[in-house]
C-alpha cells in the first residue's frame, strides 16, 4: 500500500513538472483571445487553396499549437473546449464553466478570465457568430452544467456585469429583458455603430455576419466590424480590458461536410468564407494591438472540426463530420516569449499564459468562488458583500476588520456572516486584496455592484 501511494505521489510531481510555470517578461494591458470554432491546420490549408493569403498565416510573431482534450475524453466538445479556455482547468464534456469535480457548482465555481478581468476594473467583452447562448461565449461569461440549458445561460449573461455580449439574435434575450438589466440593446450594425463609450450593450442581429462580406439582404454587421467597434468601446479604462471574439461558423459548416453528403465546391466555399471572415476580424485586432504596443491578440481553436487531410489528388477534404483530437494552431502577435516557437501547448494554460503576461499572480488566476448552493445559504441570512460588521454601510471599518481576519488577528469563522461579508472575491480566503476592494468601496473608488 505504502509503495503504491509512493508511485502514486511520484507520477504527480513528475507530471507537475511537465507544466512549468510560465513568467512574462514585458506586461500587457489588454489581452484579446480570438477562438475559431472547429478551425485546425488543414482548414487554413484549405483556404489557402481557394486562393486565400491569410492574415493569420503569414503576421504572427508567435506560431504553435494547442492540444485540446477535455478531462474526459480524448475528443472535446465547444463547452469544455471553450471552458478550458476561459478558466484555466480541463473539464468534463457538454459542461460550461463548471468544475469537473463539481459540476453542478454546489460548493465550487471557477472564475472565468473574462469575470476575473472585470473584478481588477479591466472593461470586458465577449462577441460571438453564434448565438450569444452558443457553448463558446457561455464559457466565458456563465456557469452552467449542461450547455444547452439555454433559458438559464441567457438569464446569468443578462444579470452580468460585463460591458458587452454580442452575437446571433435567439429569442431568450428581448430587447425589454436587456433594458431592464441595465444593457442598451442593438440588434442592426446602424445600433452598434452608435454606440458611445461607456455603454453596457448586448447585441444581437441576424443573418450570415460570419461571411467577409455581410449579404445585402442582411442589417447586420461583420464579425471584423463587431471586432473594430467593440475594441473601441472598451479600449476606454484605466485599467485595460479584456475581449474574446469567436468565428463559430468554421465548425457549423465543418460538421456534416464529407463529400459524400454534400456537393464539394458550395459546402467548402461556406467553410472557407468562415475562415476569411474571422480572419478579417483578426487582422482588426492585430493592427490595433501593434499601433497600441500594449495589446497581446492570441488565436486558437476549441478544437478540429471534419478530420481535414489531403487525398492523393492533394486537395484538402473533410473526412469526417465532427470533432477530432488533432492538435490546433496557436498564433500570437505582440509577444514571442508566450511559450517556445513550434511548442503543443496544453489547452489550458493558455488562459493562465495570457493572465501572466497581465502581471497576475498565480493564486489570482485559475481561481474559485462559493458555489450555488453556499451563496443561496449565505444570501438567505441577509449578508452583504463588504458590510462586515453589519451595520448597513461599508466603510473603512469593514476593512480593517477584514484586513485583520486576513492576517489572523480577527477571529472569522469560515461560512459565518462575517466571512462571506469580508470574502469580497469568494475564493474561499480572505485576503489583503478583499480588504482593499472593501476600502476602495468605502472611498468611492469601487462599486460594490461590481463584486
Not at 63 to 84: F, V
Not at 187 to 208: I, T, V
Not at 234 to 258: C, R, Y
Not at 408 to 414: G, M, Q
Amino acid at each position: 500500500m505504502k509503495k503504491s501511494l509512493s508511485l502514486l505521489l511520484a507520477a504527480v510531481f513528475l507530471f507537475a513538472l511537465c507544466i512549468p510555470a510560465f513568467a512574462a517578461e514585458k506586461r500587457y494591458k489588454n489581452v484579446i483571445i480570438m477562438i475559431g470554432d472547429g478551425m485546425g491546420e488543414n482548414h487554413l490549408k484549405l483556404a489557402e487553396q481557394y486562393g486565400h493569403t491569410l492574415f493569420m498565416n503569414t503576421n504572427y510573431d508567435l506560431r504553435g499549437q494547442s492540444m485540446t482534450s477535455s478531462a474526459t475524453n480524448l475528443t472535446t466538445d465547444s463547452a469544455a473546449g471553450g471552458t478550458a479556455l476561459a478558466i484555466g482547468n480541463r473539464v468534463i464534456n457538454w459542461t460550461v464553466g463548471v468544475l469537473g469535480y463539481d459540476p453542478l457548482g454546489q460548493l465550487k465555481l471557477p472564475i472565468s478570465i473574462t469575470e476575473a478581468s472585470a473584478r481588477k476594473g479591466m472593461k470586458t467583452g465577449v462577441i460571438t457568430t453564434d448565438n450569444t447562448t452558443g457553448a463558446t461565449p457561455a464559457d466565458f461569461t456563465v456557469h452552467v452544467l449542461y450547455r444547452k440549458q439555454y433559458e438559464k445561460i441567457a438569464q446569468q449573461q443578462v444579470e452580468s456585469e460585463f460591458d458587452l455580449i454580442w452575437g446571433a439574435r435567439e429569442s431568450y434575450v428581448s430587447r425589454d429583458d436587456a433594458k431592464a438589466h441595465g444593457w442598451t440593446y442593438v440588434g442592426n450594425r446602424d445600433e452598434m455603430m452608435a454606440l458611445e463609450p461607456g455603454s453596457r450593450s448586448f447585441g444581437q442581429f441576424k443573418g450570415q455576419f460570419w461571411r467577409p462580406t455581410v449579404p445585402s439582404s442582411s442589417d447586420a454587421p461583420s464579425l471584423a466590424e463587431m471586432t473594430t467597434k467593440a475594441i473601441e468601446l472598451l479600449n476606454t479604462g484605466d485599467n485595460g480590458f479584456f475581449l474574446m471574439v469567436e468565428g463559430a461558423h468554421i465548425d457549423k459548416n465543418s460538421h456534416a461536410s464529407q463529400d459524400y453528403k454534400w456537393d464539394y465546391d458550395s459546402k467548402r466555399e461556406s467553410v472557407v468564407d468562415a475562415v476569411v471572415g474571422f480572419d478579417n476580424a483578426i487582422r482588426e485586432a492585430v493592427e490595433f494591438a501593434r499601433e497600441d504596443g500594449n495589446t497581446v491578440v492570441l488565436v486558437t481553436a476549441d478544437h478540429e472540426t471534419g478530420n481535414l487531410f489531403a487525398d492523393l489528388d492533394g486537395r484538402i477534404r473533410f473526412h469526417l463530420d465532427e470533432h477530432t483530437a488533432k492538435n490546433v494552431p496557436v498564433f500570437v502577435y505582440g509577444n514571442n516569449d508566450i511559450f517556445k516557437g513550434g511548442q503543443a501547448v496544453l489547452n489550458y494554460t493558455i488562459p493562465r499564459r495570457l493572465t501572466a503576461l497581465l502581471g497576475w499572480d498565480k493564486d489570482e488566476f485559475p481561481a474559485t468562488q462559493s458555489g450555488h448552493a453556499i451563496i443561496r445559504f449565505l444570501d438567505g441570512m441577509g449578508v452583504v458583500r463588504g458590510d462586515v460588521d453589519a451595520d448597513g454601510q461599508i466603510t473603512a471599518a469593514d476593512a480593517r476588520l477584514a484586513m485583520r481576519a486576513a492576517v489572523l488577528a480577527e477571529p472569522v469563522t469560515p461560512f459565518s456572516q462575517a466571512f462571506y461579508a469580508a470574502n469580497i472575491d469568494l475564493d474561499a480566503a480572505i485576503t489583503a486584496a478583499d480588504a482593499r476592494h472593501i476600502l476602495r468601496a468605502a472611498v468611492g473608488l469601487e462599486s460594490p455592484k461590481s463584486w
